[in-house]
């Protein structure tokens, strides 16, 4: 019998994953509140979003940017951003993100990185 594939997770998903461990509300990752506290757990979404495939327009209307479009630009700063953090470990930052990824992998979602069609043309 042909073992089941785990489905990759939503952005919500995502933002719920991010919130446990960054300690914050996952309705407060949302773009409405551009605080410092929330921008590192917006950026950790950011990066994990893109690892497993969600293109900078998909992430930005799950952000609710009014306009997704303008909103998938900043996406693109805002993975440049976590990206830095994440390699510098800037404030325990790429612990953060792998505790994301194994809450992910423990409620029984596919993290595997991904590759995204955006990767290609940059």
Avoid: C
């Avoid at 933002?15 to 410092?36: M, Y």
């Avoid at 979003?49 to 306009?67: C, H, P, S, V, W």
Wanted: net charge positive; proline share 3%; aromatic share 6%.
């Amino acid at each position: 019998m042909a073992k089941q594939a785990k489905p990759r997770p939503k952005l919500e998903d995502i933002k719920g994953a991010v919130a446990t461990v960054f300690n914050v509300e996952a309705s407060d990752i949302d773009v409405k509140d551009r605080s410092h506290k929330y921008g590192r757990a917006r950026g950790a979404v950011v990066l994990v979003a893109r690892d497993i495939g969600m293109t900078n327009q998909q992430i930005a209307e799950g952000l609710a940017y009014k306009r997704a479009s303008e909103g998938a630009g900043t996406v693109s700063q805002l993975n440049s951003k976590a990206l830095s953090w994440q390699i510098s470990n800037d404030k325990g930052f790429a612990t953060q993100i792998s505790k994301v990824r194994g809450w992910l992998q423990r409620n029984g979602f596919n993290v595997r990185p991904q590759t995204n069609p955006e990767f290609r043309n940059s």
